[in-house]
Structures are given as structure tokens and as C-alpha cells.
């Protein structure tokens, strides 16, 4: 039956990642929106919506390492796995302001998790707790990437003007299908409720497995959980990438990282404090360095693209994370 799980969550997932890029792509030409708010707002939360159930009712079971080690996790998934098999599926092209503005930011809340998680060497406490405070600041972080975010959908010529002198954007822009509004709101909540039931479904079988095979909370939550409900970033980046949407599918991960920790983890620990006893400094450095890379190699190789190079030595990353925390275990 987990094996079911599995394989019909994944094909929920595959479909559904598809519609959605469809549709929010669609509203996104009707309205002039800048792709990359598109990739911020409604692609990026509704892929996290699993995070936000999955995180938000293991807080309320006392399941607090899969809470936060879902969040982590996922965290470091999209940045390693995501963008690395994106990549080595289609070139991912990374506009100046996102480099400047959207790439810190992810960085910005990885650093934020890392002192509000360190409760032990900052306060000399007993143990690390994410508690009722510290989930209020993520949520004003929140509030303020929000308010960002708007901004930018204020002023949709910002994006355009910054990558004016690139032949490929408006290419980009033609390959959008212009759809019926009937048919865009119905691909974007039927896409959205695949992935979120798919998800479900995934994460259900790959947690029955791995607790028949005796593994700890801290691990399901940092591998099977958290890889499980980045499946839809997954699915929805490359699907995006693929459409020649390189914006929507960069800003899919840059927004659910920042979605994941400062919302839903925001939301968790404001309604019952989060306790860290399998997540470790380890992990936690681990996100904040995915971020870096990612900002590293936009910044400083191929004209702003992740190539299919980069790719392959972000998926190695998170290989090697893995193993280790296996390992360490």
C-alpha cells in the first residue's frame, strides 16, 4: 500500500505541476505581471502547501523534528536537488535583480533560522527552541518579503529593463500560451490540488516505509519528508525550465524557501514552541551554504546561468549531505 502511495502521489504530482505552470504562466502574460512575481507568489505557495500541512500538524502531534527538519530540508532539496537537475535538464538563466535582491533574501532567512535554532551557544540555554518569539520575527520577515514582493508586481518594467539587452527574454515571453480564463483558474487550483493530495500521498507511503525500517523522526523529516513535499518544486521547476519559463522556475525555489522558513515555520512555532533535538548546526550551516552556492555560481560564472556543469556539482552536494547525515546516524 506505501508502495502505492508513492507512485500515485508522484503521478498527482507530475500532473499537477504541469497545469499549474500552464495557468499561473497564462495569468502572468494576461496581467503584464513580471514571471518572476508569479514564481514568488502563486507557484511558490501552492508547492509549499505541503511543507505548510506537514510541518503545521507534526507541531500539533509533538513531532517537532519532523516539523522543522521537513522545513530544513526542503530548504536544502530545492536549493541543491531542485535547481541542480533543472539545470541539468535546461540552463537556468537568473535576471540581475533576482541575484541582487531575491538570492539574498534566501540567504537572509537561512542566517535568521541559524540564530533564532541556537538558543544553547547564543543564551548558554539548556537546549535549542524555536519558541512563540522567534516564530512571531519569522512571521514579520514574512510580512516584509510580502510587502517586497507587491513592489515588485507594482513596477513590472523593473525586471523587463534590467535583462533588456538579452535576445532570449522576449522568446521567453512568446512561449507563454495565452489561455481562456476558464480554463487558466481551472489548470491553477486543479494543478494545485494534485500537488497538494499528491504530495499527501507521497509522503504518507514514504513514511510508512521508514518507520517500518526503524529510522528516526530527525532523518524522515531531513530526507524522505522533506524530499517528498519538494516533489512539486521539483516537478514544477523543470516542467518550467523545459517551457522556456526560466524565471517561474527560479523563483518557485527562491519563494518556497522563503515561504518555508519564514511562514510555516513562523506558523508552527507560534502555535506550540519547536524543540531541536535531531536537527544539528550541521544541517542548518548546510542550508545557509546551499544558499551562498547558489548566489556563487549566478554571480560569478556564465553570464548569470546555472549551467548544466554547476548542476551536476549542486546535485553532488546534496548527495554527499546525505550520505553524511546517514552516516552520521
Known amino acids: 500500500m506505501n508502495i502505492l502511495f508513492l507512485i500515485g502521489g508522484l503521478i498527482l504530482i507530475l500532473l499537477g505541476a504541469n497545469g499549474l505552470t500552464d495557468g499561473s504562466a497564462s495569468v502572468a502574460k494576461r496581467f503584464r505581471i513580471p514571471p518572476i ?12 502547501a505541503p511543507e505548510l500541512t506537514v510541518s503545521v500538524s507534526s507541531a500539533l502531534k509533538g513531532s517537532a523534528d519532523i516539523a522543522i527538519g521537513n522545513v530544513v530540508g526542503s530548504n536544502i532539496f530545492n536549493t541543491l536537488m531542485i535547481v541542480g537537475c533543472t539545470a541539468l535538464f535546461a540552463p537556468i538563466v537568473i535576471t540581475r535583480n533576482t541575484l541582487r ?30 519558541n512563540r518569539i522567534d516564530g512571531l520575527l519569522l512571521l514579520c520577515f514574512f510580512a516584509i518579503f510580502m510587502g517586497y514582493t507587491f513592489a515588485i508586481a507594482r513596477t ?11 535576445p532570449a527574454h522576449p522568446a521567453e ?7 481562456p480564463w476558464w480554463k487558466s483558474t481551472f489548470y491553477i487550483l486543479g494543478g494545485l490540488g494534485a500537488l497538494i493530495y499528491g504530495g499527501q500521498l507521497f509522503v504518507n507511503g514514504a513514511t510508512g516505509i521508514a518507520r517500518n525500517l526503524g529510522v528516526s523522526e530527525s532523518i524522515i523529516g531531513l530526507t524522505l519528508v522533506a524530499a517528498g513535499t519538494s516533489l512539486p518544486e521539483l516537478a514544477t521547476s523543470i516542467v518550467a525550465a523545459l517551457k522556456k519559463n526560466p524565471e517561474i522556475a527560479i523563483g518557485n525555489v527562491i519563494g518556497s524557501n522563503l515561504f518555508n522558513i519564514f511562514f510555516v515555520l513562523g506558523c508552527s512555532a507560534s ?32 553570464k548569470r546561468t546555472i ?23
Open 101 to 130: 535582491k531575491e538570492i539574498p533574501l534566501c540567504i537572509l532567512s537561512s542566517v535568521v533560522l541559524l540564530v533564532c535554532a541556537n538558543d544553547v551557544f547564543l543564551d548558554k540555554a539548556s537546549e535549542n527552541i524555536l
Open 173 to 179: 515571453e512568446d512561449e507563454i500560451k495565452l489561455l
Open 271 to 302: 502555535i506550540t514552541p519547536l524543540r531541536l533535538n535531531g536537527i544539528t548546526n550541521f544541517d542548518l550551516f548546510t542550508l545557509a551554504g546551499s544558499c551562498i552556492l547558489l548566489w556563487f555560481f549566478g554571480l560569478f560564472f556564465a
Open 307 to 329: 549551467t548544466r556543469i554547476e548542476g551536476s556539482i549542486m546535485v553532488l552536494c546534496y548527495v554527499a549531505y546525505t550520505v553524511v547525515l546517514i552516516y552520521n546516524t
Open 156 to 166: 513590472p518594467s523593473t525586471t523587463a529593463t534590467s535583462d533588456a539587452h538579452q
Open 37 to 48: 512575481v508569479i514564481g514568488l507568489t502563486i507557484v511558490a505557495f501552492g508547492t509549499s
